[in-house]
């Protein structure tokens, strides 16, 4: 059919079988409709001048070498709905320089881009594989970009790419197959240490090659192994992390404990203060909403109606970053930002309000005065209270000159009193401590028995003597009397009475039968002196028994 040159299908077709145009030299261009699902094998095999094709948007499969040998084709639109590429789909199409494969797509087949004419392509991470001979003898290859989720390359993949100079390798990629890229014009090439197979001649380039890689990694052996140039090299996250209490930001090495440090950068407007990464090409821009006309204002309220927190606003800051034309622009890293507070005593949250009305809770910090949070975008900021007070109850009971009360108290510092209850008044008890004279006053003193609050009383002096009586009771040797004795010091005795006339001993035992006291003491008898005449003597009283007594009453015997 080299006079077909162009067809229309109808939309009630769905499905287009094997070989259908195969040979169509003629044909340069086909309208698939998009009630097509299914284009069998070699359909459009060797249409040697078919220009461009647009897939339907229901294809799953471009079958096998649906557009071998089409070397006019310079333009191919794959569906998101294609997922696999067939084994020799686009062999030798020698004016394909470009296609984009959709992330839907999840196998390429052996030798389904063989001897094509691309010059770049960008292989999606949905591919986890590149089969043998994906691109082999893609002669104009020059760039090639494998997306992070691809793991393997297999044997020939790109081999014979005379002219592939750049390749990118995501840490993904794990295998790299027999003289995947042999005879290719790479002279550098970098390897995570997540590729642990290598195999023979896989690196094998027209010219010298440097290998990149980390220390103790599997491309490192390789590299030594054959003699290729090799750099150690660290593989940085793409992502920074944030020591925000040393101002700086750093990258971590995948593979090891090495770090990449940048110092951040403070920046005070307003008592405000942002730490990020420098950019002099930008500027930070603080504007404080007070007016309740301004609309930024009524968006603030607007957007809180249906907080269930019910936040009591504080302040609205406009906070925005200008580049150096003043075109407002995000920051493209993160930014901390300390906002000045009031007061110190309220639970403070800070909300970024959205472009929808929206807020966002920025899980701010309270740092003595300030609130502090992080972002990575500018718009309006509303500092709010959204403490509700919780009391805590202390009684004090009344006193004699104070009420009682409970006081009620809130971690917030706002307190109140309630239920309070009369004062007692003292109770008092008194006695006199010091007793009045005729010629000195006295004192009455007073204690309260519940506070013991005290106070004194003057008690007038008397007019005469008050005495007091004290009785000395008459005893063997002396007279009795009673003494009287006034406050002022004044005294004299009256009422005496006679002695008992002498020591009473009826028992004969030298003791006082009254007042026991030794009725011996003084006397002068030789009995007392216990001698030797007086032992002779009284061992004749003994001997007759004769009852003998001294002059004191004690008997001798």
């Given at each position: 059919c080299t006079g077909l040159k162009s067809i229309a299908i109808p939309d009630s077709v769905e499905s287009i079988g094997e070989k259908v145009f195969r040979g169509c030299t003629g044909l340069t261009s086909i309208a698939i409709p998009d009630s097509v699902e299914s284009i069998g094998d070699e359909t459009f095999f060797d249409c040697t001048n078919l220009s461009s094709v647009i897939l339907p948007t229901k294809l799953n499969l471009i079958d096998t070498a649906m557009f071998q040998n089409c070397t006019s084709l310079t333009s191919v639109t794959i569906p998101d709905s294609v997922t696999v590429i067939g084994s020799f789909a686009f062999d030798n199409c020698t004016s394909l320089t470009s296609i984009a494969i959709p992330e839907s797509v999840t196998v390429i087949a052996p030798s389904a881009f063989e001897s094509s004419g691309l010059k770049s392509v960008t292989i999606p991470g949905s591919i986890t594989n590149i089969s043998e001979k994906a691109f082999y003898w893609c002669k104009e290859l020059t760039d090639v970009t494998l997306c992070e989720g691809v793991t393997s390359i297999e044997y020939w993949a790109f081999s014979n790419c005379y002219k592939l100079s750049n390749i990118t390798i995501p840490d993904s990629l794990t295998f790299i197959g027999k003289e995947a890229f042999f005879a290719t014009d790479l002279t550098s090439i970098t390897l995570s240490s997540n590729v642990t197979t290598i195999e023979s001649y896989a690196l094998v380039s027209n010219k010298d090659i440097t290998i990149y890689c980390h220390e103790?990694?599997?491309?490192?052996?390789?590299?030594?192994?054959?003699?290729?140039?090799?750099?150690?090299?660290?593989?940085?996250?793409?992502?920074?992390?944030?020591?925000?209490?040393?101002?700086?930001?750093?990258?971590?090495?995948?593979?090891?404990?090495?770090?990449?440090?940048?110092?951040?950068?403070?920046?005070?407007?307003?008592?405000?203060?942002?730490?990020?990464?420098?950019?002099?090409?930008?500027?930070?821009?603080?504007?404080?909403v007070e007016n309740e006309n301004d609309e930024r204002y009524a968006l603030v309220v607007e957007s809180f109606k249906n907080n269930q927190e019910e936040p009591v606003v504080e302040i609205i800051y406009d906070i925005t970053l200008e580049n150096n034309e003043g075109v407002s622009v995000q920051p493209d890293n993160s930014v901390r930002i300390k906002l000045p507070l009031s007061e110190t005593h309220g639970d403070y949250k800070v909300y970024r309000v959205n472009d929808d009305g929206t807020y966002t809770d920025m899980n701010g910090t309270v740092e003595g005065g300030f609130i502090v949070?992080?972002?990575?975008?500018?718009?309006?900021?509303?500092?709010?209270?959204?403490?509700?007070?919780?009391?805590?109850?202390?009684?004090?009971?009344?006193?004699?000159?104070?009420?009682?009360?409970?006081?009620?108290?809130?971690?917030?510092?706002?307190?109140?009193?309630?239920?309070?209850?009369?004062?007692?008044?003292?109770?008092?008890?008194?006695?006199?401590t010091t007793q009045p004279t005729h010629?000195?006053?006295?004192?009455?003193?007073?204690?309260?028995?519940?506070?013991?609050?005290?106070?004194?009383?003057?008690?007038?002096?008397?007019?005469?003597?008050?005495?007091?009586?004290?009785?000395?009771?008459?005893?063997?040797?002396?007279?009795?009397y009673t003494t009287y004795t006034c406050a002022c010091g004044d005294s004299y005795t009256d009422k005496r009475v006679s002695n008992f006339g002498g020591h009473t001993d009826n028992d004969h035992n030298g003791i006082c039968d009254r007042c026991r006291v030794d009725t011996t003491i003084g006397c002068s008898c030789r009995c007392h002196k216990n001698d030797f005449i007086w032992k002779f003597l009284n061992f004749f009283y003994k001997l007759f028994k004769m009852n003998h007594y001294c002059a004191c009453g004690k008997a001798h015997y």
């Open positions: 103790g990694s599997v491309a490192e052996a390789y590299a030594k192994a054959r003699n290729d140039n090799y750099v150690l090299i660290h593989f940085f996250d793409d992502e920074w992390n944030y020591d925000w209490s040393n101002s700086v930001r750093y990258l971590e090495c995948k593979y090891c404990d090495v770090r990449e440090n940048e110092n951040l950068e403070n920046t005070e407007i307003d008592n405000i203060e942002f730490t990020t990464a420098t950019d002099p090409e930008t500027e930070f821009i603080v504007e404080k949070f992080i972002t990575d975008h500018f718009s309006l900021y509303v500092v709010a209270d959204v403490h509700k007070h919780n009391y805590s109850c202390n009684v004090s009971a009344p006193t004699c000159t104070e009420e009682g009360y409970t006081l009620y108290t809130c971690r917030c510092g706002d307190s109140y009193k309630s239920e309070t209850v009369a004062k007692l008044g003292h109770s008092y008890k008194s006695t006199v010629t000195k006053e006295g004192i009455r003193t007073f204690i309260c028995e519940v506070c013991k609050y005290t106070y004194t009383e003057k008690i007038a002096k008397t007019t005469k003597h008050t005495y007091t009586a004290k009785v000395t009771a008459p005893t063997c040797t002396t007279d009795g």
